[in-house]
């Protein structure tokens, strides 16, 4: 516990400490963390610069579930009682830095999560788009629709990362838990972007490794990644964007697309055994089809806002396999949610999303797993939403001897959202 206080402690100090260099106005080719930021995908590309010096913004998240689920199964494996309860306080701390024209740094950190209840970075990135660093004027037209991100960093795989809660950053998210299948991975690497007109290129590499180490070099290859797109508004009632991504590696000592978010599902304890806990069993809810040492996923997501009505979906194939498996095996994932904002400004809205997997189970079986959300939301302030959620969650073809047999998770949810 004086470990915890003791960095607790460290983190104020330093917030107090970089306070006086913390500007309130926003940076340049950056997504706002608050209401703002909603239905904003990759960082915008500013036509004018407003930098006049390096500027130091401190920011971050914290968010509280109240949880009311309950779960079953065949009962060939006993469940984990639960009851109706908070579940950890969650915190991020975020640092966003104007290095130059054009040039920012982003870094976060976990301050609390339900895998770690101490502090541990995420990860963090270099973003270019501009290049009068190096010289004035150089590549100034390309740079018009060029942007370079380099880092240990989130990759852009699909769009349902741009939308999912990212341990307390959950403004984004209209609804408490993310994706059956919830791609979501941190590597190093870098990515290019070239943007112009609504339409969108990405090409990214990274070395395809969660842990970064230097050990065991014949283990894993290089990750490669790429995105298409349009995203343009049509006129002033009707936004349109479609995308289509890919990720993939053809040798990985541990492919963690599915599992790589340790910060955990906000499902607690659902469909776990009686020696469960909640830090170590931390992905409750969630579904990975164990492509450990190989993959090539696609995803495609369309997007349509009209007025305060918006549609978000996902088609999603992945298909891999583990260094002991002779033939590939395909999860496919599908998803659609459908939000209305209404009010002054938005500022309420309520929202469904259906969501299923279907995939070839590493234990032989051909599964499938169904989940259904109910929810809406208020936004108190532009950076304080209160969310409900009713969710319910059924699995289907898994053997009589599996914990999930015949199994179901359901109930509501409540969650708080402070983003600045």
């Given at each position: 516990m004086r470990k915890y206080v003791k960095q607790g402690l460290l983190v104020a100090a330093f917030l107090v400490g970089l306070s006086g260099f913390s500007q309130n106005?926003?940076?340049?080719?950056?997504?706002?963390?608050?209401?703002?930021?909603?239905?904003?995908?990759?960082?915008?590309?500013?036509?004018?610069?407003?930098?006049?010096?390096?500027?130091?913004?401190?920011?971050g998240s914290s968010t509280l579930q109240f949880q009311a689920l309950n779960h079953e199964n065949s009962g060939a494996v006993d469940l984990i009682p639960i009851g109706d309860n908070f579940n950890l306080a969650t915190a991020n701390l975020d640092l966003d830095v104007a290095l130059a024209k054009g040039v920012r740094m982003h870094l976060r950190t976990y301050l609390s999560s339900r895998h770690h209840?101490?502090?541990?970075?995420?990860?963090?990135?270099?973003?270019?788009?501009?290049?009068?660093?190096?010289?004035?004027?150089?590549?100034?037209?390309?740079?018009?629709?060029?942007?370079?991100?380099?880092?240990?960093?989130?990759?852009?795989?699909g769009d349902t990362h741009f939308r999912r809660s990212d341990n307390s950053?959950?403004?984004?998210n209209p609804f408490v838990g993310n994706l059956i299948m919830d791609a979501f991975t941190t590597e190093v690497g870098g990515e290019v972007y070239f943007r112009k007109n609504g339409f969108i290129g990405m090409f990214g590499l990274s070395n395809g490794k969660l842990n970064q180490a230097v050990s065991n070099p014949e283990t894993t290859g290089a990750s490669i990644l790429a995105k298409l797109g349009y995203d343009g508004q049509v006129n002033e009632d009707l936004r349109l964007r479609i995308t289509g991504s890919m990720y993939s590696?053809?040798?990985?000592?541990?492919?963690?697309?599915?599992?790589?978010?340790r910060t955990g599902s906000r499902y607690y304890l659902v469909m776990e055994d009686t020696e469960a806990r909640?830090?170590?069993?931390?992905?409750?809810?969630?579904?990975?089809?164990?492509?450990?040492?190989?993959?090539?996923?696609?995803?495609?997501?369309?997007?349509?806002?009209?007025?305060?009505?918006?549609?978000?979906?996902?088609?999603?194939?992945?298909?891999?396999?583990?260094?002991?498996?002779?033939?590939n095996r395909t999860a496919t994932q599908?998803?659609?949610?459908?939000?209305?904002?209404?009010?002054?400004?938005?500022?309420?809205?309520?929202?469904?999303?259906?969501?299923?997997?279907?995939?070839?189970?590493?234990?032989?079986?051909?599964?499938?797993?169904?989940?259904?959300?109910?929810?809406?939301?208020?936004?108190?302030?532009?950076?304080?939403?209160?969310?409900?959620?009713?969710?319910?969650?059924?699995?289907?073809?898994?053997?009589?001897?599996?914990?999930?047999?015949?199994?179901?998770?359901?109930?509501?949810?409540?969650?708080?959202?402070?983003?600045?």
């Open positions: 106005r926003q940076l340049d080719n950056f997504r706002s963390p608050d209401k703002n930021g909603i239905n904003v995908f990759e960082a915008p590309k500013d036509t004018v610069s407003t930098f006049d010096g390096i500027k130091v913004r401190v920011g209840p101490e502090p541990y970075v995420k990860g963090g990135y270099f973003q270019v788009d501009n290049l009068d660093f190096i010289s004035p004027g150089f590549l100034e037209e390309a740079m018009k629709y060029l942007t370079i991100k380099v880092g240990h960093m989130e990759n852009n795989y950053q959950a403004m984004y590696t053809g040798k990985s000592g541990r492919v963690y697309l599915y599992s790589a978010d909640a830090s170590s069993n931390f992905r409750s809810g969630r579904y990975n089809p164990g492509f450990d040492n190989e993959i090539t996923a696609f995803m495609i997501n369309p997007f349509v806002k009209y007025k305060g009505l918006e549609f978000f979906g996902t088609f999603e194939t992945s298909s891999g396999k583990t260094d002991a498996e002779t033939d599908l998803a659609g949610e459908l939000i209305y904002r209404f009010g002054n400004d938005e500022n309420f809205y309520l929202g469904t999303r259906y969501n299923t997997v279907t995939s070839d189970d590493p234990s032989g079986s051909e599964i499938t797993i169904d989940r259904f959300q109910l929810g809406g939301g208020v936004f108190l302030t532009k950076n304080i939403l209160a969310k409900i959620e009713y969710v319910n969650q059924q699995y289907d073809g898994f053997d009589t001897t599996s914990i999930f047999s015949e199994g179901e998770f359901k109930g509501v949810l409540l969650e708080a959202v402070i983003s600045f």
